[in-house]
């Protein structure tokens, strides 16, 4: 499988961006999404995650501000990011996995098989 990841850019703090990754693989419906983000120096963390069934999951300092999508027919999978700080700046990858259950989620970077190439988001204050 293949990913590529787009749509990062710098933005003032409070904008918005949309992040946008396409899968190349056929039954792309049935893998597991996710979108993660590391700081320079700091660990890979988990932003959110999407269920082949659609079902989410969003680290708590997202929560309220970061939404994540699917559009299985497009192989494709979003993260929609409002509000944007300072603090969200990093480099933000997609990730997926497959899987035969509908709601499973998987949040840490090891459970995850394939990965994008990462693109960068730059919050200015």
């Given at each position: 499988?293949?990913?590529?990841?787009?749509?990062g850019?710098?933005?003032?703090a409070?904008?918005?961006?949309r992040?946008?990754?396409a899968?190349?693989?056929?039954s792309y419906?049935?893998?597991v999404m996710?979108?993660?983000?590391?700081?320079?120096?700091?660990?890979?963390?988990?932003?959110?995650?999407?269920?082949?069934?659609?079902?989410?999951?969003?680290?708590?300092?997202?929560?309220?501000?970061?939404?994540i999508?699917?559009?299985?027919?497009?192989n494709?999978?979003?993260?929609?990011?409002?509000?944007l700080?300072p603090?969200?700046?990093?480099?933000y990858?997609?990730?997926?996995?497959?899987?035969?259950y509908?709601s499973?989620?998987?949040?840490r970077?090891?459970?995850?098989?394939?990965?994008?190439q990462g693109?960068?988001?730059t919050v200015?204050s």
């Amino acid at each position: 499988v293949q990913l590529q990841a787009s749509g990062g850019g710098l933005v003032q703090a409070g904008g918005s961006l949309r992040l946008s990754c396409a899968a190349s693989r056929r039954s792309y419906s049935s893998y597991v999404m996710g979108w993660f983000r590391q700081a320079p120096g700091k660990e890979r963390e988990l932003v959110a995650t999407i269920s082949s069934g659609g079902s989410t999951y969003y680290e708590d300092s997202v929560k309220g501000r970061f939404t994540i999508s699917r559009d299985n027919a497009k192989n494709t999978v979003y993260l929609q990011m409002n509000s944007l700080k300072p603090e969200d700046t990093a480099v933000y990858y997609c990730a997926c996995r497959p899987t035969l259950y509908g709601s499973m989620l998987y949040t840490r970077p090891l459970e995850y098989d394939y990965w994008g190439q990462g693109t960068q988001v730059t919050v200015s204050s």
